[in-house]
Nanobody
Framework: QVQLVESGGGLVQPGGSLRLSCAAS????????MGWYRQAPGKQRELVAV???????DYADSVKGRFTISGDNAKNTVYLQMNSLKFEDTAVYYC??????????WGQGTQVTVSS
């Protein structure tokens, strides 16, 4: 069973930056999209950013202009560069890969805390 492993979370002050990384433990073929979700305490999980197999990206309005998603389909890796972090960005961030035939993979999550 392929697993996704995230890294790069941590504690950062407002205005700071973090870079999240996600790598698959094995090969995932026919990737449709790779993305990052987040879940804050007491809130539903929400989509933060996504990149399709063709390289098209999309972002939640709350992170546009601050976050950048990138990835390598062949290596099954995806990154999220987060700049100008705000208190409200505090959440557990999850990596997700969707592939053909309705396959979906999730990471265990990495905590991002924005605090002064």
């Amino acid at each position: 069973q392929v697993q996704l492993v995230e890294s790069g979370g941590g504690l950062v002050q407002p205005g700071g930056s973090l870079r999240l990384s996600c790598a698959a433990s094995g090969s995932i073929f026919n990737v449709n999209a790779m993305g990052w979700y987040r879940q804050a305490p007491g809130k539903q999980r929400e989509l933060v950013a996504v990149i399709t197999g063709g390289g098209v990206t999309d972002y939640a309005d709350s992170v546009k202009g601050r976050f950048t998603i990138s990835g390598d389909n062949a290596k099954n890796t995806v990154y999220l560069q987060m700049n100008s972090l705000k208190f409200e960005d505090t959440a557990v961030y999850y990596c997700n890969i969707k592939a053909r035939y309705f396959r979906a993979y999730w990471g265990q999550g990495t905590q991002v805390t924005v605090s002064s």
